[in-house]
C-alpha cells in the first residue's frame, strides 16, 4: 500500500472513531492537528509521513477516555497500522509519539526526542490554546460534568501523573494548571511563534473574563 493510500485510510478510520465526539477530541479536532503538524513539519523539515500518521492517531485512545492507561493508545496505533502492513521501523516511530504526546501535569518531565514527535506535540498543544483552546477546555469541562469556575478554588500544581490525571476543578482553573504554560513547553521554533498569539488571546480572554464575572463590564 503507497503512503497515500495510508493516510486516507487512517483518516477515514478516525473520522469514523471520531466523528460527533462531544468533548473537544472529536473527529475535527484530530483533523486540525493535522493541518498544523503538516504545516510546523514542512518548515522544521520533518518526516511528513510519520508527522501525518502520528497526528492522524495522536488522540486514538487517550488516557482521559481510558481509565488512566497511558499506553492505550500505542497499542490502539499498532493494532491499526500492522492491519495495513505499515513496516515495524514507522509503527514504533508512530507508537511512540503517540504514548508520550500527552501533558501529564506541570511538575512531570518530559520526553518527546523525535523530531517528528515534538511536532506533533506542537500542534496538538496550539490546539489546546488559543480561541479554539478556550472552546475545547470548556467542552471537556461540560463532557466531565466539571463547572465552569468556583471562585475560591485555588490552582493545583500536580507534581505528577496521578495528581495531574484527576483534572481540573473547573474550566478557568485548567488555564492555571496547564494551558497558560504550554507556550513555554513549545518543542519547535515554528510552534513557539504560533503559541505565542494564541497564549496573548487567552490571556485577554481570562481579563474578560474575570471584569464580566466581578459585575463592572
Ligand atoms: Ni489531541
Known amino acids: 500500500m503507497n503512503k497515500k493510500t495510508?493516510?486516507?485510510k487512517t483518516e477515514a478510520h478516525l473520522r469514523s472513531l471520531f466523528d460527533g465526539e462531544t468533548s473537544g477530541h472529536d473527529w475535527w479536532h484530530i483533523h486540525r492537528v493535522h493541518m498544523l503538524a503538516l504545516?510546523?513539519?514542512?518548515?522544521?523539515?520533518?518526516?511528513?509521513f510519520v508527522v501525518e500518521l502520528g497526528a492522524l492517531l495522536h488522540?486514538?485512545?487517550?488516557?482521559?477516555?481510558h481509565?488512566?492507561?497511558?499506553?492505550?493508545?500505542?497499542?490502539?496505533?499498532?493494532?491499526?497500522?500492522v492491519s495495513l502492513n505499515v513496516s515495524e521501523d514507522i509503527i514504533s516511530q508512530i507508537c511512540y509519539i503517540v504514548?508520550?504526546?500527552?501533558?501529564?501535569?506541570?511538575?512531570?518531565?518530559?520526553?518527546?526526542?523525535s523530531v517528528e514527535g515534538k511536532v506533533v506535540q506542537d500542534a496538538d498543544r496550539l490546539e489546546a490554546l488559543g480561541a479554539i483552546g478556550i472552546a475545547?477546555?470548556?467542552?471537556?469541562?461540560?463532557?466531565?460534568?466539571?463547572?465552569?469556575?468556583?471562585?475560591g478554588k485555588k490552582p493545583v500544581?500536580?507534581?505528577?501523573?496521578?495528581?495531574?490525571?484527576k483534572g481540573s476543578m473547573s474550566g478557568i482553573n485548567h488555564f492555571y494548571e496547564k494551558l497558560l504554560h504550554l507556550k513555554d513547553r513549545m518543542n519547535t521554533k515554528t510552534g513557539k511563534l504560533m503559541a505565542k498569539r494564541?497564549?496573548?488571546?487567552?490571556?485577554?480572554?481570562?481579563?474578560e473574563f474575570f471584569a464580566e464575572w466581578g459585575g463592572k463590564k
Open 67 to 81: 481509565g488512566g492507561d497511558e499506553k492505550a493508545g500505542g497499542r490502539e496505533a499498532r493494532k491499526w497500522l
Open 39 to 48: 504545516h510546523i513539519g514542512k518548515k522544521e523539515k520533518a518526516d511528513l
Open 6 to 8: 495510508i493516510l486516507k
Open 198 to 207: 494564541r497564549h496573548e488571546f487567552m490571556e485577554k480572554y481570562l481579563k
Open 99 to 113: 504514548d508520550n504526546v500527552s501533558f501529564k501535569g506541570l511538575g512531570v518531565q518530559e520526553t518527546m526526542r
Open 136 to 151: 475545547r477546555t470548556f467542552a471537556y469541562g461540560g463532557h466531565k460534568g466539571r463547572p465552569m469556575y468556583v471562585p
Open 59 to 65: 488522540d486514538i485512545a487517550d488516557f482521559k477516555f
Open 157 to 165: 500544581f500536580h507534581k505528577n501523573f496521578k495528581s495531574y490525571k
